[in-house]
Each structure stands twice: as structure tokens, then as C-alpha cells.
T-cell receptor
């Protein structure tokens, strides 16, 4: 079992619709969860982080965390063509105190006009 | 405020050669991590440096080594290059005094191609 799992996609989303991305993790003690956006050929760019169960909203993005189910998700509302990218879920494992991140393989999102 | 910088941006090497990649952390940051991202995969943690010492290491062979300098900049060295070392190498920095869960900032990466 991989430590962080994501659907690889591609996830095709009509412009203006909601994109829903899912991520599961194996380390039950993990405390910090991050979503990064990565355009082709570029480095990851932080979109959001979440530490507590529930929802966290930032503009068009909402992160949802359910530690009991070991599940974190990202919603992108009013999707735009510029949102077309690979979205990486990252987890800071419970055994780490130095900020090490474990990444999923990413979900490719394609927003169609 | 300068972000994380890396050099070179691209590099082509042949099998068996050695390579050195460089990273300057974001201003005010003192902890540097290195990640390897193969095509179609998420970044994989290589190692992390703080106070010029390797603090933790991922599942990478000893061919991968690093160094941190007093000005917090860092180098990643890879010896005896293999075709499978072809990847995007990412440097990330953070400030040690912040909580471990605080976000890290990634540099633009170095694209290494081994032929």
C-alpha cells in the first residue's frame, strides 16, 4: 500500500464546474496535509494546507479533512482553463519533526472550455 | 524577497558521470530539503539539511549525497549516474524555528537527463 494515494486522472471538468480531487493516506498519526498545484515542467506551488478535521476555504478552493477515514480532498469551484494542471496531495508523517513531505503521484485536471 | 533558487535549470549527463546541483533557500530560511520527481510521479524525499548536517534521509542509495554551507545554501551530488536518475530535482526550504508542519517553498527545479 502506498503511503499517499490519489487517482491519476485525467479528471476532465467543464469550465465553471466543480472539480473534486481525493487523497487517502496510510499513516493514521499524520497531522499536516497539503495540496500543491504543478503545471507541466514547473515546480509544485502550494495551494492550501489543512491540519484540523473539517473544511477550509480559500477563494475558489476548499480542502476537506477527515482523519478518522484518513481522507483529504480538494474542491475547485468555478473551474477555469488556468486550473488545468496536476494536483499533488502531500502529507507530513507522524514520525517526522523536520517537515518531510510524502507525496501522492498526483491527479491531472483538464478544464475544458 | 528572493525565493528559492536552483542551478542549473537543465543538465545532460551520461551514465557513470557525477553531477552537482545547487540550491539557495528563500531569505530567512535555514533548512533545505531535496526531492526527486520522476516523470508522472510525485516528488520523493531524498534528504534534509539543517545546521550543515543531514538530519534525515529518504530511501535513496549512498550515491546521493549532499552538503549545506554556512550561508544555508545546499548542494546535491549524485555519483555513478544511472539512466533512472533522470528526473526533476527539487529543492525546498523552510525556517527551522517554525513548526515542522509549516509549509515549505519549492525552487524551480533542475531537470537532469542521463543518457
Amino acid at each position: 500500500q502506498k503511503e499517499v494515494e490519489q487517482n491519476s486522472g485525467p479528471l476532465s471538468v467543464p469550465e465553471g464546474a466543480i472539480a473534486s480531487l481525493n487523497c487517502t493516506y496510510s499513516d493514521r498519526g499524520s497531522q499536516s496535509f497539503f495540496w500543491y498545484r504543478q503545471y507541466s515542467g514547473k515546480s509544485p506551488e502550494l495551494i492550501m494546507f489543512i491540519y484540523s478535521n473539517g473544511d477550509k476555504e480559500d477563494g475558489r478552493f476548499t480542502a476537506q479533512l477527515n482523519k478518522a477515514s484518513q481522507y483529504v480532498s480538494l474542491l475547485i469551484r468555478d473551474s477555469q482553463p488556468s486550473d488545468s494542471a496536476t494536483y499533488l496531495c502531500a502529507v507530513n508523517p507522524s514520525t517526522d519533526s523536520w517537515g518531510k513531505l510524502q507525496f501522492g503521484a498526483g491527479t491531472q485536471v483538464v478544464v475544458t472550455p | 524577497d528572493a525565493g528559492v533558487t536552483q542551478s542549473p535549470t537543465h543538465l545532460i549527463k551520461t551514465r557513470g558521470q557525477q553531477v552537482t546541483l545547487r540550491c539557495s533557500p528563500k531569505s530567512g530560511h535555514d533548512t533545505v530539503s531535496w526531492y526527486q520527481q520522476a516523470l508522472g510521479q510525485g516528488p520523493q524525499f531524498i534528504f534534509q539539511y539543517y545546521e550543515e548536517e543531514e538530519r534525515q534521509r529518504g530511501n535513496f542509495p549512498d550515491r546521493f549525497s549532499g552538503h549545506q554551507f554556512p550561508n544555508y545554501s545546499s548542494e546535491l551530488n549524485v555519483n555513478a549516474l544511472l539512466l533512472g536518475d533522470s528526473a526533476l530535482y527539487l529543492c525546498a526550504s523552510r525556517r527551522y524555528a517554525t513548526l515542522a508542519r509549516e509549509t515549505q517553498y519549492f525552487g524551480p527545479g533542475t531537470r537532469l537527463l542521463v543518457l
